[in-house]
């Protein structure tokens, strides 16, 4: 897929911006992340221990929450690098177009609509445990 130049520029933009926001948003949750919320329920007298579980639990959605940014912002990296080497906008599964508009949506998109469709019912419960 041969995007315009204005196209391609439009894409970039969003890219940066997103790249920001994301680092921005894991700056200020790494500083919180000495475990604020935990710190302030464990520090009231007496801590039982559904507080200490409430604390537990904040932190580790902090945690996720951290991991989920850090994985966009590989996401746009892996962008960027696709755009450097003239891949960007080819599906990585199929190699055909993605679409402009799927970009304009989604700038670090990998995969067609078609492909991605298929990639999330084949890995739709992957890293889910199951008993």
């Known amino acids: 897929m041969v995007l315009t130049r204005t ?24 500083e919180k992340s000495e475990n604020q ?25 902090n945690l996720a929450i951290i991991d989920r940014h850090v994985r966009e912002i590989r996401d746009i990296e892996a962008s960027w690098a696709r755009i450097a080497n003239g891949s960007f ?7 055909g177009d993605i679409g402009f508009e799927r970009l304009l949506a989604y700038p670090s998109a990998k995969r067609c609509y078609t492909c991605q469709q298929q990639h999330e019912k084949t890995y739709a419960h992957e890293g889910n445990p199951t008993l």
């Open 7 to 30: 196209q391609c520029s439009k894409i970039e933009s969003k890219l940066d911006r997103q790249y920001e926001s994301l680092l921005e948003e894991v700056r200020d949750a790494l």
């Open 37 to 61: 919320q935990y710190i302030e329920l464990i520090d009231r007298a007496p801590a039982d221990i559904g507080d200490q579980a409430t604390g537990d639990a904040l932190a580790d959605l």
């Open 89 to 95: 906008g080819a599906c990585i599964d199929c190699g």
